[in-house]
């Protein structure tokens, strides 16, 4: 069983839409959870960043946590073309080495 | 420039060639990494260097080797690679050891070994 599962799509949604982004893990040492966005041709850029459990929002993206279950989650409110691209989980138990889930490839079509 | 930056960008080589990768940083951070991002599969860390020092190596060949000169640049050696050795390279760096480990991801090199 890998680590961190995250399902790599593709997930094609139409502009507007709410997109739901998930991602589950085995260990329970993780305690820091992030997710990344890349763009084609592009190295990862760093979209959200959550400690432990709850909710954290930033303009039309809410990442949520559930230690409970293992599970967290990425959504994005009014997705726009311009959200076309890989979303990609990490986490860590606090140590420098980040577990990375496959990634997401996402298609939002105007 | 900004950032993270690495070079080059693409590189082609054969499986007796010698080749380095680049990689500098700008945000006055104290910690770099080396991952390896093949097609269908997971980032994989390959090194983590913290005031240039080595502090992991998840278990890579030998025929990569990193070289921290100082905190800011680091770079990737390779030598006699295998044609599964082709894969997008990224550095990365990160505040320190102690930080809330938030990295930063340079753009990669996308490297084919023929």
């Known amino acids: 069983q890998k680590e961190v599962e995250q399902d790599p799509g593709p997930l094609s949604v139409p502009e507007g839409a709410i997109v739901s982004l998930n991602c589950t893990y085995s260990?329970?040492?993780?305690?820091?959870f992030m997710w990344y966005r890349q763009y084609s041709r592009k190295g990862p850029e760093l979209l959200m960043y959550?400690?432990?459990?709850g909710n954290k929002e930033d303009g039309r993206f809410t990442a949520q946590v559930d230690k409970s279950s293992k599970y967290i989650s990425l959504f994005i409110r009014d997705s726009q073309p311009s959200d076309s691209a890989t979303y990609l989980c990490a986490m860590s138990g606090g140590a420098q080495k980040l577990v990375f889930g496959q990634g997401t490839r996402l298609t939002i079509n105007p | 420039e900004t950032g993270v930056t690495q070079t080059p960008r693409h590189l082609v080589m054969g499986m007796t060639n010698k080749k380095s990768l680049k990689c500098e940083q700008h945000l006055g951070h104290n910690a770099m990494y080396w991952y390896k991002q093949s097609a269908k599969k997971p980032l994989e860390l390959m090194f983590v260097?913290?005031?240039?020092?080595?502090?992991e190596n998840n278990s890579v060949p030998s025929r990569f080797s990193p070289e921290c000169p100082n905190s800011s640049h680091l770079f990737l050696h390779l030598h006699t690679l295998q044609p599964e050795d082709s894969a997008l390279y990224l550095c990365a760096s990160s505040q320190g050891p102690t930080s809330n480990n938030e990295q930063f991801f340079g753009p990669g090199t996308r490297l084919t070994v023929l």
């Open positions: 260097y913290n005031f240039k020092e080595q502090t």
């Open positions: 260990n329970s040492a993780f305690q820091y």
């Open positions: 959550t400690y432990s459990s």
